[in-house]
Nanobody, 124 residues
């Protein structure tokens, strides 16, 4: 069973930064597509960023967030800068083991495995 473990969440003031990490227990991690989603209270889970052959971002985080990966460490990162109160949510890491062709990276259905989530709270 593939396991995803997120870390790096916390409490930060508006304008601050956080870096989330997600470590995957899978030897073939380098072949996996990876994504970050978030879910605020009372709202649906929404796409934040993904890294497959390219990187993809939600419009709301473009220019502020950066997704990257270190295949030697089986880890994907989400660097979050210029944080806003509306970024407050539980952030989830997701992994896709299937081929990338015709994938809708912003859909939760595109991913096969999920982490448990890490809370990010941004105060105004």
């Amino acid at each position: 069973q593939v396991q995803l473990v997120e870390s790096g969440g916390g409490f930060v003031q508006a304008g601050g930064s956080l870096r989330l990490s997600c470590t995957v227990s899978e030897r073939t991690f380098s072949t996996y597509g990876m994504g970050w989603f978030r879910q605020a209270p009372g709202k649906e889970r929404e796409f934040v960023a993904a890294i497959l052959r390219s990187t993809y971002y939600a419009d709301s985080v473009k220019g502020r967030f950066t997704i990257s990966r270190d295949n030697a460490k089986n880890t994907v990162y989400l660097q979050m800068n210029s944080l806003k109160p509306e970024d407050t949510a539980v952030y989830y890491c997701a992994a896709r083991s299937r081929p990338y062709d015709m994938v809708v990276v912003a859909s939760t259905r595109a991913y096969d495995y999920w982490g448990q989530g890490t809370q990010v709270t941004v105060s105004s």
